[in-house]
């Protein structure tokens, strides 16, 4: 997945803000709280915290559907 301009602003005013976004893949969704957006070995990727136990994860957009910030 590419991200667009609207949505690469979107993500970094959630992760400034604190703001929880939704990351669907495979079939699944993640309810996450963004921490970074960064390049490893040239495939960017997200790190972020599960809200509620505070688990690390990393999502790579290379592998997402979709990616939207909940309101």
Do not use: F, K, S
């Amino acid at each position: 997945m590419q991200l667009t301009v609207r949505q690469y602003d979107a993500l970094e005013q959630a992760i400034t803000r604190g703001e929880r976004i939704a990351v669907y893949r495979r079939g699944t969704e993640y309810v996450v709280i963004p921490e970074r957006l960064v390049l490893r070995n040239r495939r960017e990727c997200i790190e972020a915290r599960h809200p509620t136990t505070g688990d690390h994860l990393v999502l790579w957009l290379d592998e997402t559907d979709r990616v939207e910030v909940v309101r």
